[in-house]
Protein backbone atom coordinates (compact mmCIF):
# COMPACT_ATOMS: atom_id res chain seq x y z
CA UNK A 1 0.00 0.00 0.00
CA UNK A 2 1.35 3.10 -0.97
CA UNK A 3 2.05 5.85 1.62
CA UNK A 4 -0.52 8.54 2.34
CA UNK A 5 2.58 10.75 4.41
CA UNK A 6 1.64 14.38 3.16
CA UNK A 7 4.75 15.67 1.41
CA UNK A 8 5.47 19.41 0.05
CA UNK A 9 7.12 20.31 -3.53
CA UNK A 10 10.02 22.04 -3.56
CA UNK A 11 10.39 25.90 -4.76
CA UNK A 12 13.06 27.79 -4.81
CA UNK A 13 11.59 30.49 -2.24
CA UNK A 14 12.75 27.32 0.23
CA UNK A 15 16.21 27.73 -0.13
CA UNK A 16 16.53 31.49 -1.18
CA UNK A 17 18.65 33.18 1.62
CA UNK A 18 21.51 30.27 -0.06
CA UNK A 19 21.44 32.29 -3.20
CA UNK A 20 21.28 35.79 -1.74
CA UNK A 21 23.93 38.34 -3.34
CA UNK A 22 27.61 38.23 -2.13
CA UNK A 23 29.36 40.69 0.24
CA UNK A 24 32.29 42.88 -1.08
CA UNK A 25 34.24 41.43 1.31
CA UNK A 26 34.08 38.38 1.01
CA UNK A 27 36.95 36.02 0.42
CA UNK A 28 37.05 32.04 -0.24
CA UNK A 29 36.88 31.09 3.39
CA UNK A 30 33.20 32.65 3.35
CA UNK A 31 31.99 30.12 1.75
CA UNK A 32 32.98 27.06 3.71
CA UNK A 33 35.54 24.16 2.74
CA UNK A 34 34.24 20.80 1.56
CA UNK A 35 36.74 17.19 1.95
CA UNK A 36 35.52 14.39 0.25
CA UNK A 37 36.84 10.90 0.44
CA UNK A 38 36.35 8.62 -2.44
CA UNK A 39 37.93 6.54 -5.08
CA UNK A 40 39.85 3.33 -4.94
CA UNK A 41 42.21 1.34 -7.12
CA UNK A 42 41.62 2.81 -10.83
CA UNK A 43 37.93 3.82 -9.97
CA UNK A 44 38.78 7.83 -9.85
CA UNK A 45 36.15 9.93 -11.67
CA UNK A 46 33.25 9.64 -9.08
CA UNK A 47 35.53 11.69 -6.39
CA UNK A 48 36.46 14.23 -9.16
CA UNK A 49 32.75 14.70 -10.24
CA UNK A 50 31.73 15.58 -6.86
CA UNK A 51 34.92 17.57 -6.28
CA UNK A 52 33.50 19.92 -9.17
CA UNK A 53 30.42 19.94 -8.69
CA UNK A 54 31.09 21.10 -5.04
CA UNK A 55 33.10 24.00 -6.27
CA UNK A 56 30.46 24.87 -9.03
CA UNK A 57 27.89 24.93 -6.64
CA UNK A 58 29.65 27.83 -4.98
CA UNK A 59 31.95 26.90 -1.89
CA UNK A 60 34.97 28.58 -1.94
CA UNK A 61 37.71 25.18 -1.06
CA UNK A 62 37.33 21.43 -1.99
CA UNK A 63 39.57 18.90 -0.91
CA UNK A 64 39.80 15.50 -2.60
CA UNK A 65 40.99 12.77 -0.30
CA UNK A 66 42.13 9.20 -2.55
CA UNK A 67 43.62 6.28 -0.86
CA UNK A 68 47.65 6.65 -1.02
CA UNK A 69 47.18 3.57 -3.62
CA UNK A 70 44.75 5.75 -5.91
CA UNK A 71 46.54 9.07 -5.84
CA UNK A 72 49.28 7.61 -7.56
CA UNK A 73 47.25 6.98 -10.84
CA UNK A 74 45.27 10.61 -10.23
CA UNK A 75 45.67 13.24 -12.80
CA UNK A 76 43.72 16.23 -12.11
CA UNK A 77 42.98 18.52 -15.17
CA UNK A 78 40.97 21.08 -12.72
CA UNK A 79 43.68 23.02 -10.55
CA UNK A 80 41.18 24.35 -8.21
CA UNK A 81 40.10 20.94 -6.82
CA UNK A 82 43.12 20.50 -4.11
CA UNK A 83 43.68 16.54 -3.48
CA UNK A 84 45.23 14.46 -0.33
CA UNK A 85 46.72 10.99 -0.09
CA UNK A 86 45.34 9.05 2.90
CA UNK A 87 47.78 6.30 3.94
CA UNK A 88 45.91 2.78 3.13
CA UNK A 89 49.11 0.13 4.10
CA UNK A 90 49.36 -0.43 0.05
CA UNK A 91 46.16 -2.24 -0.01
CA UNK A 92 44.36 0.74 -2.66
CA UNK A 93 41.56 1.44 -1.23
CA UNK A 94 40.63 2.98 2.45
CA UNK A 95 41.54 1.09 5.84
CA UNK A 96 41.48 2.09 9.25
CA UNK A 97 45.25 3.01 8.73
CA UNK A 98 44.19 6.34 7.19
CA UNK A 99 41.74 7.16 9.91
CA UNK A 100 44.37 9.54 11.83
CA UNK A 101 45.46 11.41 8.74
CA UNK A 102 41.60 11.98 7.81
CA UNK A 103 40.56 13.16 11.03
CA UNK A 104 43.43 15.69 10.86
CA UNK A 105 41.98 16.61 7.62
CA UNK A 106 38.78 17.46 8.68
CA UNK A 107 39.93 19.94 11.06
CA UNK A 108 38.93 23.61 9.88
CA UNK A 109 36.82 21.97 7.07
CA UNK A 110 32.38 22.56 7.07
CA UNK A 111 31.49 19.67 5.78
CA UNK A 112 32.37 16.09 4.25
CA UNK A 113 30.90 13.90 1.55
CA UNK A 114 31.95 9.97 1.69
CA UNK A 115 31.60 7.48 -0.35
CA UNK A 116 31.74 7.54 -4.58
CA UNK A 117 33.92 4.88 -5.75
CA UNK A 118 35.28 3.89 -2.32
CA UNK A 119 34.20 -0.08 -2.97
CA UNK A 120 33.03 -2.31 0.00
CA UNK A 121 36.05 -4.32 1.19
CA UNK A 122 36.18 -5.35 4.95
CA UNK A 123 38.30 -2.22 5.66
CA UNK A 124 36.91 0.44 3.24
CA UNK A 125 33.69 -0.66 5.87
CA UNK A 126 35.80 -0.11 9.01
CA UNK A 127 37.06 3.71 7.69
CA UNK A 128 33.34 4.57 6.84
CA UNK A 129 31.77 3.61 9.89
CA UNK A 130 34.46 4.88 12.42
CA UNK A 131 34.91 8.00 10.27
CA UNK A 132 31.46 9.21 10.68
CA UNK A 133 30.83 8.23 14.37
CA UNK A 134 33.95 10.07 15.13
CA UNK A 135 33.67 13.17 12.88
CA UNK A 136 31.82 16.57 14.09
CA UNK A 137 31.48 17.57 10.62
CA UNK A 138 28.37 17.27 8.96
CA UNK A 139 28.15 14.57 6.30
CA UNK A 140 26.79 13.79 2.76
CA UNK A 141 26.60 9.96 2.39
CA UNK A 142 26.48 8.44 -1.27
CA UNK A 143 27.42 5.18 -3.09
CA UNK A 144 29.81 2.80 -1.75
CA UNK A 145 29.74 4.07 1.47
CA UNK A 146 26.38 3.42 1.80
CA UNK A 147 26.87 0.01 0.85
CA UNK A 148 29.09 -0.66 3.58
CA UNK A 149 27.39 2.03 6.60
CA UNK A 150 26.40 0.87 10.01
CA UNK A 151 23.25 2.06 10.59
CA UNK A 152 23.23 1.59 14.31
CA UNK A 153 26.37 3.83 14.44
CA UNK A 154 24.94 6.39 12.11
CA UNK A 155 21.93 7.39 14.24
CA UNK A 156 24.41 7.72 17.10
CA UNK A 157 26.28 11.16 14.72
CA UNK A 158 26.06 14.20 17.12
CA UNK A 159 26.23 16.11 13.85
CA UNK A 160 23.76 16.17 10.82
CA UNK A 161 24.33 13.34 8.24
CA UNK A 162 22.53 13.18 4.65
CA UNK A 163 22.39 9.94 3.11
CA UNK A 164 21.56 9.55 -1.41
CA UNK A 165 21.05 6.60 -2.05
CA UNK A 166 19.24 5.86 -5.27
CA UNK A 167 16.94 2.84 -5.14
CA UNK A 168 18.55 0.02 -4.95
CA UNK A 169 20.79 1.61 -2.40
CA UNK A 170 17.81 2.16 -0.29
CA UNK A 171 16.71 -1.21 -0.39
CA UNK A 172 19.82 -2.52 0.63
CA UNK A 173 19.57 0.10 3.77
CA UNK A 174 15.78 -1.78 4.21
CA UNK A 175 15.88 -5.20 4.06
CA UNK A 176 13.33 -4.78 0.99
CA UNK A 177 13.60 -4.62 -2.80
CA UNK A 178 14.31 -2.08 -5.13
CA UNK A 179 10.35 -2.67 -6.47
CA UNK A 180 9.24 -1.79 -2.90
CA UNK A 181 10.85 0.75 -2.65
CA UNK A 182 9.62 2.54 -6.05
CA UNK A 183 6.45 1.50 -4.97
CA UNK A 184 6.36 3.80 -2.15
CA UNK A 185 9.16 6.31 -2.68
CA UNK A 186 7.99 8.53 0.21
CA UNK A 187 7.31 5.66 2.85
CA UNK A 188 10.68 4.34 2.36
CA UNK A 189 12.59 7.61 2.57
CA UNK A 190 10.50 8.71 5.52
CA UNK A 191 11.25 5.18 7.45
CA UNK A 192 15.21 5.78 6.92
CA UNK A 193 14.89 9.23 7.99
CA UNK A 194 13.53 7.91 11.44
CA UNK A 195 15.35 5.05 11.45
CA UNK A 196 18.80 6.93 11.14
CA UNK A 197 17.95 10.75 12.69
CA UNK A 198 19.46 11.36 9.09
CA UNK A 199 18.23 13.25 6.23
CA UNK A 200 17.69 11.34 2.57
CA UNK A 201 17.42 12.20 -0.52
CA UNK A 202 16.19 9.40 -2.47
CA UNK A 203 17.08 10.25 -6.26
CA UNK A 204 15.24 8.56 -9.13
CA UNK A 205 12.52 10.52 -10.75
CA UNK A 206 11.01 12.53 -8.61
CA UNK A 207 13.72 12.77 -5.95
CA UNK A 208 12.22 12.79 -2.44
CA UNK A 209 13.56 14.41 0.65
CA UNK A 210 13.18 13.23 4.17
CA UNK A 211 14.13 14.58 7.05
CA UNK A 212 14.12 13.02 10.73
CA UNK A 213 11.11 15.10 12.22
CA UNK A 214 8.98 13.89 9.34
CA UNK A 215 8.76 16.93 7.05
CA UNK A 216 8.79 15.58 3.16
CA UNK A 217 9.47 17.23 -0.06
CA UNK A 218 9.54 16.13 -4.00
CA UNK A 219 11.86 17.84 -6.52
CA UNK A 220 9.68 18.62 -10.17
CA UNK A 221 12.91 19.44 -11.65
CA UNK A 222 15.04 16.75 -14.00
CA UNK A 223 14.52 14.55 -17.11
CA UNK A 224 15.81 10.70 -18.41
CA UNK A 225 18.86 12.36 -19.78
CA UNK A 226 20.33 12.58 -16.52
CA UNK A 227 20.27 8.53 -16.44
CA UNK A 228 23.34 8.68 -16.98
CA UNK A 229 26.99 7.29 -15.05
CA UNK A 230 27.77 10.20 -12.25
CA UNK A 231 25.29 12.27 -11.73
CA UNK A 232 24.61 10.82 -8.49
CA UNK A 233 28.07 12.14 -7.25
CA UNK A 234 27.65 15.42 -8.98
CA UNK A 235 24.92 15.68 -6.62
CA UNK A 236 26.79 14.74 -3.46
CA UNK A 237 28.85 17.26 -4.16
CA UNK A 238 26.01 20.16 -4.53
CA UNK A 239 25.20 18.87 -1.29
CA UNK A 240 28.00 19.42 0.64
CA UNK A 241 28.75 22.62 -1.01
CA UNK A 242 25.79 23.87 0.08
CA UNK A 243 26.01 23.00 3.74
CA UNK A 244 29.79 23.89 4.00
CA UNK A 245 28.07 27.49 2.54
CA UNK A 246 26.10 27.12 6.01
CA UNK A 247 23.05 26.27 4.86
CA UNK A 248 21.02 23.67 7.28
CA UNK A 249 20.80 19.74 6.05
CA UNK A 250 17.52 19.91 5.24
CA UNK A 251 17.74 23.38 3.07
CA UNK A 252 20.82 22.15 1.45
CA UNK A 253 19.69 19.22 0.16
CA UNK A 254 16.34 20.72 -1.48
CA UNK A 255 18.01 23.74 -2.78
CA UNK A 256 20.89 20.65 -4.47
CA UNK A 257 18.07 18.43 -5.95
CA UNK A 258 16.56 21.32 -7.80
CA UNK A 259 19.26 22.88 -8.92
CA UNK A 260 20.52 19.32 -10.01
CA UNK A 261 17.71 19.09 -11.53
CA UNK A 262 17.54 22.48 -13.28
CA UNK A 263 21.05 21.98 -14.32
CA UNK A 264 20.25 18.90 -16.51
CA UNK A 265 17.17 20.69 -17.65
CA UNK A 266 18.98 23.38 -19.30
CA UNK A 267 22.00 20.36 -21.14
CA UNK A 268 18.77 18.46 -22.49
CA UNK A 269 17.63 21.50 -23.75
CA UNK A 270 21.08 22.28 -25.55
CA UNK A 271 22.16 18.79 -26.13
CA UNK A 272 18.77 16.76 -25.91
CA UNK A 273 19.05 14.76 -23.36
CA UNK A 274 20.33 10.95 -24.93
CA UNK A 275 23.66 13.01 -24.86
CA UNK A 276 23.57 14.91 -21.22
CA UNK A 277 26.50 13.71 -19.28
CA UNK A 278 27.35 14.20 -16.02
CA UNK A 279 29.87 16.71 -16.33
CA UNK A 280 27.25 18.67 -18.89
CA UNK A 281 25.33 19.03 -15.52
CA UNK A 282 27.93 20.66 -13.16
CA UNK A 283 28.73 23.19 -15.70
CA UNK A 284 25.32 24.29 -16.38
CA UNK A 285 25.03 24.66 -12.27
CA UNK A 286 26.15 28.70 -12.50
CA UNK A 287 23.56 28.55 -15.32
CA UNK A 288 20.79 27.38 -12.91
CA UNK A 289 21.28 29.23 -9.98
CA UNK A 290 21.61 32.10 -11.86
CA UNK A 291 18.57 31.43 -13.73
CA UNK A 292 16.85 30.80 -9.82
CA UNK A 293 18.64 34.12 -8.79
CA UNK A 294 16.34 36.26 -11.09
CA UNK A 295 12.87 34.59 -10.05
CA UNK A 296 12.98 35.22 -6.49
Known sequence: ??????????????????????????HKGTFGHVLIFAGSGGHLGAGYLAALAALRAGCGLCTLCLPEGAFARFDARYPEVMCDPIPDGGAGFFTPEGLAAAHGLCEGKQAMAIGPALGTAEGTGQFVNRLLLDSELPAVVDADALNVLDLDALSRRG?????????????????????????????????????TRAFVVL??????????????????????????????????????????????????????????????????????????????????LGAAIKEIAYRI
Open 159 to 195: SPSVLTPHPGEMAGLLGSSADEVQADRTGAAAKLARQ
Open 1 to 26: MNSTLSQLTIEPAMFAGLLAPRGAAA
Open 203 to 284: KGHGTVVAAPDGRLATNPTGNPGMASAGMGDALTGIVASFIAQGAGAWEASLAAVYIHGLAGDIAARELGEASVIASDVIGR
